[in-house]
Each structure stands twice: as C-alpha cells, then as structure tokens.
C-alpha cells in the first residue's frame, strides 16, 4: 500500500511543480498549493510484528500542502484513513483503522539538499481485549550533494 500510494502522491506532487516551480521563481515570492487525493484502499496488511495478516478496504485522504519560493520548496502531506475496515485472515478478528501518516520534504530548488521527515502511525482497533495493532514508523532522511542518509527515529509494533 505505502509504496503504490508515495509514487501516485510523488507523481502529483512532481506534475504540479513542474508547472508551477518556473512561475514562482520568475516571480520570486511564495506560490501555496492546496490539493486533495482520495485513494481507494483494498488490499492485505502484513507489517512486521502483526499477529496476522488483515484484508483492510476503505479510503486514504491526502492533503499536499505545497509551498515554493526562490530558494526552496516544502511538500507537506498528511494521510488520514476514511472508513477503514479489516479482517484478520487467520482468526476473522474484525479492525476498524485509525491514525495517520505525515510527511515533509524541503528541499533546495538546486537540488543539493533535500530533507524528508516521515511519520508513519496505523492503528487497527479489534473488538474484544488484546485485539489492537498499533504501528509506528518516524524516519528522517537527508540527501546531501547525491548521498542520501536515514536516521529511523522510532519504530514500535504493540
């Protein structure tokens, strides 16, 4: 799911910045961009430290917030489930899915530095006790000149 939903969200993002990126230059003050992308989820979760796998369908709300002067330009996006269900596959557990995701890339407009902050936290909440899965996922990776570095913050699986 993350992978196929970052390239759909890189690729707008790209598109949108392509176009407008030369414009807010030329003009050399601030251009903000606001947009949403409602993303359908059908697919299986199996993270790392899952009991099991879980059939989750719903929806994904993305919002890009995107702000591009002469010197730089800063994505910020904020991912938030929309009637998130799931079945565990093995034991027919029934999940609603909360939390969200949040990123921010700031780069230079040169392209020497880019610096991109991941907060990653789903929680899938099953009836009964002890049927919570709770994921959390804090990356910061830096690219400096084409040598790209990533500090994983926090990883926790509950």
């Excluded at 093995?90 to 530095?113: A, I």
């Amino acid at each position: 799911m993350m992978n196929s939903r970052y390239r759909a969200v890189l690729a707008v993002s790209a598109l949108i910045l392509a176009v407008t990126v030369p414009a807010a230059v030329a003009l050399a003050k601030a251009t903000v961009i606001h947009t949403t992308v409602v993303t359908d989820i059908d697919e299986v979760w199996d993270f790392e430290g899952m009991p099991e796998p879980v059939a989750v369908t719903g929806q994904l709300r993305t919002t890009l917030h995107i702000t591009i002067n002469k010197n730089r330009i800063i994505v910020k996006e904020e991912d938030k489930p929309v009637g998130v269900t799931g079945v565990g596959l093995m034991t027919g557990t029934e999940y609603v899915g909360l939390g969200k995701t949040s990123s921010l890339l700031n780069l230079s407009n040169d392209g020497t530095q880019q610096v991109i902050h991941t907060t990653n936290h789903v929680k899938l909440v099953g009836k009964g006790k002890g049927n919570d899965y709770t994921y959390t996922y804090v990356t910061r990776t830096v690219i400096h000149d084409g040598e790209v570095k990533v500090d994983i913050v926090r990883k926790s699986v509950k």
